[in-house]
Nanobody
Framework: VQLQASGGGSVQAGGSLRLSCAASGRTFSSTVMGWFRQVPGKEREFVAAISWNNGVTAYADSVKGRFTISIDNAKNTLYLQMTSLKPEDTAVYYC???????????????WGQGTKVTVSS
């Protein structure tokens, strides 16, 4: 499975961005798709996940109500709609794919290259 993330950029606090992650290859082997983020000096943290099969979602408490994860099955593309962005959302965002439902970083087998999001106050 190959993942290509895009859509990052710079935005002011309160603004919105939509991240995309195009999946190719053996995508049928993946059950869950997720977004994680990382800032320098900190561990990569879970943001959101979605089941490829039934659309069940999960969110980190810090983004619940502001971020929405979705999948376009026809395009094999994962999205993360981010609204009401805060400076603390600044990070490199990574998309990932795994073979079983999980919000743990270690459960994901494939990773995109990351896209940077900067939120200024």
């Amino acid at each position: 499975v190959q993942l290509q993330a895009s859509g990052g950029g710079s935005v002011q606090a309160g603004g919105s961005l939509r991240l995309s992650c195009a999946a190719s290859g053996r995508t049928f082997s993946s059950t869950v798709m997720g977004w994680f983020r990382q800032v320098p000096g900190k561990e990569r943290e879970f943001v959101a996940a979605i089941s490829w099969n039934n659309g069940v979602t999960a969110y980190a408490d810090s983004v619940k109500g502001r971020f929405t994860i979705s999948i376009d099955n026809a395009k094999n593309t994962l999205y993360l709609q981010m609204t009401s962005l805060k400076p603390e959302d600044t990070a490199v965002y990574y998309c990932a794919a795994g073979s079983s439902w999980s919000t743990r970083r270690g459960a994901y087998d494939y990773w995109g290259q990351g896209t940077k999001v900067t939120v200024s106050s």
